[in-house]
C-alpha cells in the first residue's frame, strides 16, 4: 500500500462519483419499471449548517433521479408533530427513504422519534431497531456519515485489519455505529469523549483518528502522531457561511493525511443515503 499524501490529501469526491453512478442508473431501471424513487427529509430547525447540508443533499438527489422532498417543519415544532410527520411517511408508499435532520426542537428526543421510521425506509439507520441489528452484525442501514468514513478509507487503501483507530465522539449519529464498522473491520477501537482524560494521549497512539464531535479545531497537531491518518467528520458553519471541520486541518496536515471539510466524508455521505434509498426502492 502506499500512504496517502500528507495534508488535505483524503477527498471523497471521486468515489461519491461512483456510487452516484450506479445511483443514477438503478433509479432509471426502477423508473422504467413503474417506481419513482423518492426520498423524504424532515427537518425542523433554523440551524445554517443543517440547511447547508440538506441542500446538498437535495442537489446530488436531483443529478440522480431521485426525487428529494424536504419536509419542512416549525423550529418549535412540538415532538407529537414530527412524530406523526414520520409515521405518515413511514405509511406512505410513494416514500422509500426518510431522514430526521438534528438538531431537533426543544423537548424532542431524536431516539424516541426515529423509532416512527419505519426500518425499511430508515436510510440513515437512526431507528433504534437499526441501530441495534447493526451491532448484532444483522443487515441494517447504517449511519450514512459513519459509513462513509470506512468509504473514504477504503477508497484511499488504507488498512484497517489490525489497526489502531481512535473516534472522537460517541453519538449515535457517527462515534457509536462508526466503532462496530470499524470493529467489523477488525480495527481494534478506541471512543474518546468529553470525559476522557488527556485526549492527546490517546489519539496520539492511533493509526486513523475520527473527529466527530462538532468542535472547531478540536484535534490540533498534538493529537496525532507522525504518518497517521485523521477523517474529519465536523461541519461547522462559519460566519460568512463557509464550513469547517473538528480538525486544524493546516497544522495537521504537517505530519498526517487529513479529509478536507467540505469535500471529504460529506459527498459520500448524501451519495451514500442516495444508495441506501435506492435499495429501499428495490426492495419493494
Known amino acids: 500500500m502506499t500512504a496517502p499524501a500528507l495534508g488535505p490529501s483524503l477527498t471523497g469526491s471521486a468515489r461519491a462519483a461512483e456510487i452516484r453512478a450506479e445511483v443514477t442508473a438503478r433509479t432509471a431501471e426502477l423508473a422504467a419499471g413503474g417506481v419513482a424513487v423518492r426520498l423524504a427529509v424532515v427537518v425542523a430547525t433554523e440551524d445554517e449548517s443543517t440547511a447547508w447540508y440538506v441542500r446538498s443533499l437535495a442537489r446530488a438527489a436531483g443529478k440522480t433521479g431521485v426525487a ?20 405518515r411517511l413511514s405509511d406512505d408508499p410513494q416514500v422509500h427513504g426518510i431522514i430526521l435532520q438534528t438538531p ?11 423509532g416512527a421510521i419505519t426500518p425499511a425506509k ?3 439507520g437512526a431507528n433504534p431497531s437499526s441501530l441495534g441489528r447493526l451491532a448484532a452484525g444483522l443487515p441494517a442501514f447504517a449511519p450514512a456519515t459513519a459509513e462513509a468514513v470506512v468509504q473514504l478509507l477504503d477508497a484511499h487503501e488504507v488498512p484497517l485489519r489490525g489497526r489502531s483507530a481512535a473516534v472522537v465522539g460517541r453519538s449515535t449519529v457517527v462515534g457509536k455505529p462508526l466503532a462496530h464498522l470499524l470493529l467489523d473491520r477488525d480495527a481494534t477501537v478506541t471512543v474518546c469523549h468529553s470525559r476522557t482524560p488527556d485526549l492527546a494521549a490517546v489519539t496520539r497512539r492511533a493509526d486513523v483518528v475520527v473527529a466527530a464531535v462538532g468542535r472547531p479545531g478540536l484535534i490540533t497537531a498534538a493529537h496525532v502522531r507522525d504518518g497517521a491518518v485523521v477523517v474529519d467528520v465536523g461541519t461547522n458553519a462559519t460566519e460568512d457561511g463557509g464550513l469547517v471541520g ?10 498526517a493525511a487529513v479529509s478536507p471539510v467540505p469535500g471529504g466524508v460529506g459527498p459520500l455521505t448524501t ?6 434509498t435506492v435499495q429501499a426502492a428495490s426492495s419493494i
Open 68 to 87: 428529494c422532498d424536504v419536509v419542512a417543519l416549525p423550529a418549535d415544532a412540538a415532538p407529537g408533530m414530527l412524530r406523526d410527520t414520520l409515521a
Open 104 to 114: 431537533l426542537p426543544p423537548g424532542a428526543v431524536a431516539a424516541d422519534l426515529a
Open 122 to 124: 430508515d436510510v440513515d
Open 246 to 255: 473538528d480538525v486544524a486541518a493546516e497544522e495537521v496536515g504537517r505530519k
Open 271 to 276: 451519495a451514500l443515503l442516495l444508495h441506501h
